[in-house]
């Protein structure tokens, strides 16, 4: 079942610069944060109930509202929060993180209205479990129920994903896929409805685990898939097909050691990185003796497919 609202939660409010605005809320969202809210030229005021002010002439700032439960590693997420704000705000003045109690809990309900039926390639539709309209002969189909948990389709790192994931579906017909950072286990059970035998998908976040095997089965899939909540060094095995939509930081760290779990001639696919961040993204990738092999683009965001060097340049050679 998907976790229930009922215990105690807390609003996370971050102080950014416009130009940080999209980094930052990833990195809300990959903490486990339901939604996020932007509230463009404003100013965060902890000394007000009303925490936020809207302040016309200061275009720079946005203010990112999120809300993460109040479990034993709340302390952790907001710890890493703030190191990923030092690491990429530096020393810049204003930058604010703020914390409190949430009061009202139908925030973290209000994504549902903006859940409509996505429909990604012309070849699979993501939709909520309170839709019931018809779906076309020829698209696979995903019921989805994010509750808690980030992932729903609509954001581009996610959108990315999916495409990659359709581009490599007819290669990887019958194989594993590992989903590292699986949040709603959309990837994980997207894959297996565009082909895949069977999944294994990693998260830190326990609550995300527990969506991810909801979403299993309400689309009957429960027997192929199966979710850890564990680092993704738990998983057994090496897989054609490995997914990371994190950000960053964890793609450059995680990158070399993923690699032992890349099936000869497998693909890792990378998300949740800007644009301006594919520069260091390539030089880790290429560090790990990978090779950039597909890249796709959405606004602000890229998502790459990578192999070893040696299978790319393997295939060169039959060309």
Do not use: K
């Not at 903490?31 to 720079?60: K, Y």
């Not at 092999?293 to 790459?304: G, H, I, K, N, Y």
Request: with cysteine; proline share 6%.
């Amino acid at each position: 079942m998907v976790a229930s609202l009922d215990h105690q939660w807390w609003e996370i409010y971050v102080q950014v610069p416009e130009s940080l605005s999209e980094a930052a809320s990833e990195c809300l969202h990959n903490l486990g944060s339901t939604a996020v809210v932007f509230h463009e030229q404003a100013r965060l005021t902890p000394q007000h109930i009303d925490c936020i002010e809207t302040w016309p002439e200061t275009t720079a700032w946005t203010v990112l509202q999120g809300a993460l439960p109040l479990e034993d590693v709340l302390s952790r997420q907001v710890a890493t929060l703030q190191q990923w704000l030092r690491t990429w705000a530096g020393e810049t003045p204003d930058v604010r993180l703020y914390c409190r109690p949430l009061l009202d809990v139908d925030y973290l309900t209000q994504w549902q209205q903006f859940f409509q039926p996505l429909c990604i390639g012309g070849r699979l539709m993501i939709r909520p479990p309170w839709d019931t309209s018809p779906v076309p002969a020829t698209m696979a189909c995903l019921t989805l129920n994010p509750g808690p948990a980030f992932g729903t389709g609509t954001h581009p790192s996610t959108h990315l994903c999916l495409l990659m994931l359709l581009q490599y579906a007819t290669q990887c017909q019958g194989s594993r896929l590992l989903d590292v950072g699986c949040g709603s286990g959309i990837l994980s059970l997207a894959a297996l409805q565009l082909g895949w035998q069977s999944v294994v998908g990693v998260d830190i976040d326990a609550q995300a685990i527990a969506v991810a095997m909801h979403n299993a089965e309400l689309n009957g899939l429960q027997d192929r898939a199966r979710f850890l909540h564990d680092s993704w060094q738990s998983a057994i095995g090496v897989f054609p097909c490995i997914t990371a939509n994190i950000y960053l930081g964890p793609l450059v760290e995680m990158l070399q050691p993923l690699t032992r779990y890349l099936a000869p001639g497998g693909t890792i696919i990378l998300s949740g990185l800007l644009a301006s961040q594919e520069v260091t993204m390539r030089t880790a990738v290429q560090n790990a003796g990978l090779a950039v092999q597909a890249r796709r683009v959405e606004e602000e965001w890229v998502a790459l497919a990578v192999r070893r060097a040696s299978d790319v340049e393997q295939e060169s050679l039959h060309v």
